[in-house]
Nanobody, 119 residues
Protein backbone atom coordinates (compact mmCIF):
# COMPACT_ATOMS: atom_id res chain seq x y z
CA UNK A 1 0.00 0.00 0.00
CA UNK A 2 1.42 3.37 -1.05
CA UNK A 3 1.91 5.88 1.72
CA UNK A 4 2.15 9.62 1.02
CA UNK A 5 3.36 11.92 3.78
CA UNK A 6 2.70 15.62 3.23
CA UNK A 7 3.95 18.62 5.12
CA UNK A 8 4.41 22.36 4.81
CA UNK A 9 0.96 23.91 4.92
CA UNK A 10 0.07 26.87 7.10
CA UNK A 11 -1.16 30.44 7.29
CA UNK A 12 0.46 33.10 5.14
CA UNK A 13 -0.39 36.64 4.09
CA UNK A 14 -1.32 37.43 0.51
CA UNK A 15 1.79 37.89 -1.58
CA UNK A 16 3.77 35.48 0.57
CA UNK A 17 5.26 32.07 -0.15
CA UNK A 18 4.95 28.51 1.12
CA UNK A 19 6.57 25.24 0.16
CA UNK A 20 4.77 21.93 0.43
CA UNK A 21 6.52 18.57 0.42
CA UNK A 22 5.36 15.01 -0.12
CA UNK A 23 7.30 11.80 0.37
CA UNK A 24 5.82 8.73 -1.34
CA UNK A 25 6.75 5.18 -0.40
CA UNK A 26 7.76 4.38 -4.00
CA UNK A 27 8.72 5.89 -7.32
CA UNK A 28 5.77 7.33 -9.21
CA UNK A 29 4.61 10.25 -11.26
CA UNK A 30 3.33 12.70 -8.67
CA UNK A 31 0.73 15.42 -8.62
CA UNK A 32 -0.66 18.14 -6.39
CA UNK A 33 -4.37 18.91 -6.20
CA UNK A 34 -6.34 21.31 -4.04
CA UNK A 35 -9.87 21.51 -2.78
CA UNK A 36 -11.56 24.59 -1.33
CA UNK A 37 -14.76 24.32 0.75
CA UNK A 38 -17.76 23.70 -1.49
CA UNK A 39 -15.63 23.21 -4.59
CA UNK A 40 -14.39 20.23 -6.54
CA UNK A 41 -10.84 18.95 -6.21
CA UNK A 42 -8.73 20.63 -8.89
CA UNK A 43 -5.40 19.88 -10.49
CA UNK A 44 -2.48 22.12 -9.56
CA UNK A 45 0.72 20.53 -10.91
CA UNK A 46 2.32 17.19 -11.74
CA UNK A 47 5.78 15.80 -12.39
CA UNK A 48 7.03 12.57 -13.90
CA UNK A 49 9.42 10.07 -12.37
CA UNK A 50 12.33 10.80 -12.41
CA UNK A 51 11.29 14.37 -13.23
CA UNK A 52 11.84 15.14 -16.89
CA UNK A 53 8.35 16.52 -17.48
CA UNK A 54 6.01 18.76 -15.56
CA UNK A 55 2.54 20.15 -16.02
CA UNK A 56 1.04 23.15 -14.22
CA UNK A 57 -2.50 24.50 -14.11
CA UNK A 58 -3.04 27.84 -15.84
CA UNK A 59 -4.45 29.31 -12.64
CA UNK A 60 -1.08 28.97 -10.87
CA UNK A 61 1.37 29.07 -13.76
CA UNK A 62 4.16 31.53 -13.10
CA UNK A 63 3.48 31.44 -9.35
CA UNK A 64 3.72 27.75 -8.40
CA UNK A 65 6.44 25.28 -9.35
CA UNK A 66 6.66 21.53 -8.84
CA UNK A 67 9.99 19.76 -8.45
CA UNK A 68 11.42 16.62 -6.93
CA UNK A 69 14.56 15.51 -5.11
CA UNK A 70 15.09 11.93 -6.22
CA UNK A 71 17.81 11.26 -3.65
CA UNK A 72 15.24 11.98 -0.91
CA UNK A 73 12.29 10.72 -2.95
CA UNK A 74 10.44 13.92 -2.10
CA UNK A 75 8.21 16.08 -4.28
CA UNK A 76 7.88 19.80 -3.64
CA UNK A 77 5.34 22.46 -4.52
CA UNK A 78 6.82 25.95 -4.24
CA UNK A 79 4.02 28.50 -4.04
CA UNK A 80 4.84 32.18 -4.51
CA UNK A 81 2.71 35.32 -4.76
CA UNK A 82 -0.07 33.56 -2.91
CA UNK A 83 -3.60 34.90 -3.22
CA UNK A 84 -6.68 34.42 -1.06
CA UNK A 85 -8.11 32.24 -3.86
CA UNK A 86 -5.28 29.77 -3.23
CA UNK A 87 -6.75 28.91 0.18
CA UNK A 88 -7.57 25.20 0.12
CA UNK A 89 -6.65 21.76 1.38
CA UNK A 90 -3.72 20.60 -0.75
CA UNK A 91 -3.24 16.92 -1.57
CA UNK A 92 -0.36 15.09 -3.13
CA UNK A 93 -1.13 11.99 -5.15
CA UNK A 94 0.63 9.18 -7.01
CA UNK A 95 0.02 8.11 -10.60
CA UNK A 96 1.33 5.42 -12.96
CA UNK A 97 0.23 7.34 -16.08
CA UNK A 98 1.18 10.49 -17.97
CA UNK A 99 -0.22 13.00 -18.62
CA UNK A 100 -1.86 12.92 -15.21
CA UNK A 101 -4.18 15.90 -14.97
CA UNK A 102 -7.38 14.37 -13.60
CA UNK A 103 -8.36 12.98 -10.23
CA UNK A 104 -8.94 9.50 -11.68
CA UNK A 105 -5.40 9.40 -13.10
CA UNK A 106 -4.19 8.92 -9.50
CA UNK A 107 -4.37 5.75 -7.42
CA UNK A 108 -3.13 6.97 -4.04
CA UNK A 109 -3.66 10.19 -2.07
CA UNK A 110 -2.14 11.88 0.94
CA UNK A 111 -4.16 13.13 3.87
CA UNK A 112 -3.99 16.76 2.75
CA UNK A 113 -2.34 19.83 4.23
CA UNK A 114 -4.18 23.11 4.77
CA UNK A 115 -3.00 26.32 3.11
CA UNK A 116 -4.70 29.51 4.24
CA UNK A 117 -3.91 32.86 2.64
CA UNK A 118 -5.08 35.94 4.48
CA UNK A 119 -5.80 39.12 2.54
Amino acid sequence: QVQLVESGGGLVQAGGSLSLSCTPSGRYNMGWFRQAPGKEREFVAAITWPGGRTSTADSVKGRFAISRDNAKNTVFLQMNSLESEDTALYYCAASRTWPALRVYDYFAWGQGTQVTVSS
